[in-house]
């Protein structure tokens, strides 16, 4: 079998239509990148177009082989993990060839880089439905997060079950996606550059009493900063209310922070945020 290396679109589609050209034309991939320019130069670079047919018939067989194996596939092309196409690639050859017994040692070394990956992108996304912190703008529910994964998909379903009667979106600032919900429907689309609207005098007004409680029912006593960056990671306080700076408090019709007597200083975010990770493909279906 001849040796190539594949390029696509970055969309989860184009990904398994890599698989399944591999297979159909008899060749063993030794990379697979959605940049054609830093594509290595070591074997020949063939371009990969996307099929919806060529797709589904890949995932069809997965399903069918192992839906646990078909489900590592979806989650694992969401995940931040090095060389993520190649090693999902690999997995799937594995779990053609021998088929699914191997899932079940996560020892393996197929399996183990995928589903340790997996395992951080559903921790993240776990964290997430907690940290994530929505303003009221306009009658719209606005956030913005920083993952190191591609959660939306994943918390897409939790958001829309709990807001079903709100509209409201979730802008990665990472991925450059977000995911849009209103009137019973959502969608994950691309979105290059964001900015978030200033709070109005009420949005401010309700910042600084939802800071105010966080400040108010720590015991200054027990303080634990370790025990709370356990719980709390560090890299997730840049978009969380109560770690926020002044300006953050300070409505658009006035030039300063909505006075609320008896609200304590508070502790601002972190400076440095997350590095920004590849751009976002289309969402994995």
């Not at 034309?25 to 371009?47: C, H, M, Q, W, Y």
Request: hydrophobic share 40%; glycine share 6%; net charge positive.
């Amino acid at each position: 079998m001849n040796e190539m290396i594949y390029t696509y679109d970055g969309s989860f589609e184009g990904f398994l239509c890599c698989i399944f050209d591999s297979y159909a034309n008899k060749e063993v991939l030794t990379a697979i990148t959605d940049d054609e320019d830093s594509a290595p130069i070591l074997f020949p670079v063939r371009a990969i177009r996307t099929d919806s047919g060529h797709a589904g018939r890949v995932l069809r067989k997965l399903h069918k082989l192992s839906p646990y194996g078909e489900e590592l596939v979806r989650r694992g092309f969401l995940t931040c993990m090095e060389e993520r196409e190649i090693r999902l690639y690999r997995l799937v050859v594995k779990l053609l060839r021998e088929g699914p017994s191997f899932l079940r040692n996560f020892s393996d070394e197929t399996l183990h880089p995928v589903a340790t990956a997996v395992r951080h992108l559903n921790g993240e996304a776990h964290l997430l439905k907690g940290f994530l912190r929505f303003s009221d703008l306009g009658g719209i529910l606005g956030s913005e997060i920083e993952p190191k994964n591609r959660v939306l998909p994943i918390l897409r379903s939790h958001f829309c079950a709990r807001y079903q009667n709100e509209k409201f979106f979730i802008y990665d600032r990472v991925h450059h996606e977000a995911l849009f919900y209103a009137a019973g429907k959502a969608v994950i689309r691309p979105l290059a550059d964001f900015q978030m609207a200033p709070p109005n005098e009420t949005e401010a007004a309700y910042r600084l009493l939802w800071k105010r409680f966080y400040d108010t029912v720590a015991i200054r006593e027990r303080e634990n900063p370790k025990l709370r960056m356990t719980h709390m990671p560090k890299r997730y306080w840049s978009t969380m209310t109560e770690f926020q700076d002044d300006p953050y408090f300070t409505p658009q019709s006035s030039a300063a922070a909505v006075p609320v007597p008896g609200v304590p200083a508070g502790k601002p975010a972190p400076g440095t945020p997350p590095a920004p990770g590849r751009p976002a493909p289309a969402s994995a279906p």
